[in-house]
Structures are given as structure tokens and as C-alpha cells.
């Protein structure tokens, strides 16, 4: 008897002698492809980290529609990171890190044209501050320092 697929709207179920077997298969390459995907997210940050101490601006970085620009600083406990943003339209706009699997978001605002404020870091690590343009996308240009609490 041969394999069969039988889908339906809530569920995508294998029948035939092979079915444990292929079933495998479907959840090895779906966890490959959400490795795959959380590799990608962790890449889109694979710059070089944004200097302690060293002012850094960026301007007119153009945000194609719903897509995300972020720049990050390796920081820790007691750094303060000062940004300021001016965008052309509005966005959403997130200062996070993760910890673990978890991503943790400190800082948000949504559906703003500018912001500024000093972040003040208690737990070491990576941080963010991710940009996300909607439908119209947008313009965003910012200044970052992180201000180092080693000196």
C-alpha cells in the first residue's frame, strides 16, 4: 500500500506501512528549517557592534515595507545607550537583547516618527535597537553612543 497525504485545514496527517518513517523526515526538516530561519534573524545583526564611547550615526537608511533595520553594542551592566531616531514615516521601533531563546524588549514603541532617550543597561549582553517600517516602509536616521560604565 502506498503512502498516502490526506490534508485537511487543521491537520496534515501520513498513512502507509513507511509513515513513521516519513514523519520523521517532515519534523527533522522542519526543525532544520527553523534553525535555518533563527540563524538568519541572529545574522541580521552580524555587523560590527556599535564602539563604547564612540558616537555613531546613520543617515537616511531607507526600511523597504514591513522589513526591519537594527545596528547593536555589545554592553555591560551600568553602559547607558543615548539614541535619538528621526523617521520619514511612522514605525515601530524595539531595544532588545536576548537571553537564552528568549528576546527580551526593555524598550518599545510603535507607530512613532522620532524618539530619543538613555537606556540604562542591568543585565551584560548584546542589545538592539531595531527599526520596523510598515506597509509604506520609510527613512530612518539615528544617532547611537553607548556609553561605557568601565572608564
Not at 49 to 74: G, L, M, N, R, S
Not at 78 to 90: C, P
Not at 120 to 146: D, F, M, N, Q
Amino acid at each position: 500500500m502506498p503512502t498516502s497525504f490526506v490534508r485537511t485545514s487543521a491537520e496534515v496527517s501520513i498513512r502507509g506501512p513507511h509513515a513513521t518513517d516519513e514523519l520523521s523526515f517532515i519534523v527533522r526538516v522542519a526543525g532544520a528549517l527553523a534553525a535555518t530561519a533563527m540563524v538568519a534573524a541572529l545574522a541580521a545583526c552580524a555587523v560590527a557592534p556599535i564602539a563604547p564611547d564612540t558616537p555613531y550615526a546613520v543617515v537616511a537608511q531607507p526600511i523597504a515595507p514591513w522589513e526591519v533595520h537594527e545596528d547593536c553594542a555589545d554592553v555591560t551592566a551600568g553602559d547607558r545607550i543615548d539614541f535619538r531616531f528621526d523617521a520619514s514615516k511612522a514605525l515601530d521601533f524595539d531595544l532588545y537583547y536576548r537571553q537564552g531563546i528568549a528576546v527580551i524588549i526593555p524598550l518599545s514603541r510603535k507607530n512613532v516618527t522620532t524618539d530619543a532617550g538613555v537606556f540604562e543597561v542591568e543585565i551584560p549582553g548584546r542589545y538592539c535597537l531595531a527599526w520596523k517600517a510598515g506597509a509604506s516602509g520609510g527613512v530612518v536616521s539615528y544617532h547611537v553612543t553607548v556609553h561605557s560604565a568601565r572608564q
